[in-house]
């Protein structure tokens, strides 16, 4: 039950934070302006879908009958199938159980996809969008991030996974995978390691941790996909897409198993996702980059519900 | 049995026997992986700290843990007595009760929290009332609300007061906080 003092506080509490509010906005139209003028064309997914993605580790929150998008990975892809070349998403996704400073059950999430592209061809665009939004909203090149002062330009680190978990954990997840291991290493040993004074790129997963990602052709071990750090926050997530329907199907059906053996509930494949796969996905390289941890890191703030107008 | 997705502040679980209750808590989740639950904790028993990160598939046990209203009694060496309305006793070491202890007056209702069968901490009700037993004398219409000076409540533990609070008089004290609320006389 909401009190009328409560009532005043929320009015207190969302005017107090005006500047925050406004500094949302003009990034939200920076990013369009990015994307609008490289020739992408922005388009709209459905948020209630009746197939959420299957993935092992994110739960959707269930609509009536249908439930919640947890990304709009699969819609884009379809429009990718059709022909639409370059193409971003802007708006909220939602995931179930995940709360805490840096995660919010609704977030908003930035996806762009274009064909003809690869992972790398992915990363110069991310570090263009970015230095290209610092510029633009904080004057500078370079920004502060509790008490530290990170410079995004012009040294991205990149580091593989095996040389990150080598260094900081001791062991290397590529010669001996270890799923609990390696959440549990990422989290408490190699993530804290890459809080540092540039931008860090983890890259080329493990190929069980790929995800929807296609394996690398002169080594099959290791998986096309990348993670940002900017300040020790994770910020994206990008692969060259796979496009391989059957090793696709084979996935999902291996995902579906696992969530069923934890006790989880085994979606349903896509089957408009996979069909579009099936008349073909261009070579393809897409990233999801999360807007709110972006806001907090241009604005120094270290809880995700300080940068969303309400929580 | 709780899941790791119920951790939170607060909350209180069973490790080996013993009950520990959450005093931090980080959610992570590194990208496509399961989501990390870092804990602080603190043995109810022992007070001893520890971390620990659960991950979501991790099942943890529920302590047996219930309150039950008790009156304070006596104080026997460095057991406290507390009684029941069936005059069963339970008795609580001054290590249990922390800061607590200061704030126990004869026959002061409050929840004693058990384990089990044996008895693990309290809870005061929020205000309690103490009277002054030493204090430097308050100079007459002196009535400044924000000059504190230093008191004794019964059982020699000190606490700021204001001003015009002379020996005799009794005060209100908020528990929670260990902190003089005002003089009631």
């Known amino acids: 039950m909401s009190s009328a003092s409560d009532e005043a506080c929320d009015g207190a509490d969302l005017a107090s934070r005006r500047s925050i509010l406004e500094f949302r906005h ?97 990363l110069a665009d991310t570090k263009a969008l970015i230095g290209s939004l610092a510029d633009e909203l904080l004057g500078s090149a370079h ?169 | 049995m709780y899941s790791a997705s119920d951790l939170r502040k607060g909350l209180k679980i069973e490790i080996e026997g013993q009950p520990w209750i959450i005093t931090d808590f980080t959610f992570s989740k590194p990208g496509k992986g399961q989501s990390i639950y870092n804990c602080k904790m603190k043995n109810m028993l022992t007070g001893q700290t520890q971390n620990r990160s659960y991950r979501s598939n991790d099942k943890l046990e529920k302590p047996n843990l219930s309150d039950r209203p008790m009156v304070y009694s006596y104080i026997d060496g460095d057991e406290y007595i507390f009684m029941d309305e069936n005059y069963v006793q339970a008795s609580l070491k001054s290590d249990l009760l922390g800061e607590d202890r200061h704030f126990l007056t004869e026959d002061l209702e409050v929840d004693i929290l058990f384990f089990n069968e044996g008895p693990v901490g309290i809870t005061l009700p929020n205000f309690v009332f103490k009277t002054i037993i030493e204090t430097e004398p308050g100079a007459k219409g002196d009535t400044a609300t924000n000059v504190m000076k230093p008191a004794k409540i019964e059982g020699d533990y000190e606490i700021q007061v204001q001003l015009f609070v002379n020996e005799g008089d009794t005060v209100k004290i908020d528990t929670r906080t260990g902190e003089y609320v005002e003089r009631v006389r």
Request: with cysteine; proline share 6%.
């Open chain 1, 26 to 122: 003009r990034m939200l139209q920076a990013v369009r302006a990015f994307f609008d003028g490289r020739g992408y064309i922005e388009v709209d997914c459905p948020i209630r879908v009746p197939v959420p993605a299957l993935e092992l580790h994110i739960d959707a929150i269930s609509a009536g009958d249908q439930w919640l998008r947890t990304s709009p990975e699969f819609h884009l892809k379809r429009l990718l199938a059709a022909g639409y070349s370059k193409i971003y998403h802007l708006g909220p996704c939602f995931r179930e159980n995940e709360c805490g400073n840096r995660h919010s059950p609704e977030f908003t999430m930035l996806e762009w996809y274009r064909s003809e592209a690869g992972y790398i061809d992915i």
């Open chain 1, 143 to 311: 920004l502060d991030w509790q008490g530290r002062r990170i410079d995004l330009l012009p040294v991205w680190e990149l580091v593989t996974v095996s040389d990150a978990f080598l260094e900081h954990a001791g062991w290397d997840p590529v010669k001996a995978w270890d799923a609990d291991r390696f959440d549990l290493d990422l989290v408490e040993k190699v993530e804290p390691a890459l809080l540092r004074t540039h931008p860090v790129v983890l890259k080329d997963y493990p190929a069980q941790a790929a995800a929807l990602a296609c394996l690398k052709p002169d080594n099959p071990l290791l998986a096309e996909r990348w993670e940002l750090y900017i300040g020790g926050l994770e910020l994206a997530n990008a692969y060259s897409e796979l496009t391989d329907a059957d090793e696709q199907r084979k996935r999902f059906e291996d995902c579906a198993r696992e969530r069923a053996a934890l006790g989880k509930s085994a979606y349903p494949i896509d089957e408009s996702f996979m069909s579009a796969l099936q008349n073909g996905l261009p070579a393809c390289g897409g990233v999801a980059l999360g807007i709110d941890r972006l806001l907090m890191l241009f604005l120094d703030e270290n809880e995700i519900s300080r940068v969303r107008p309400f929580h």
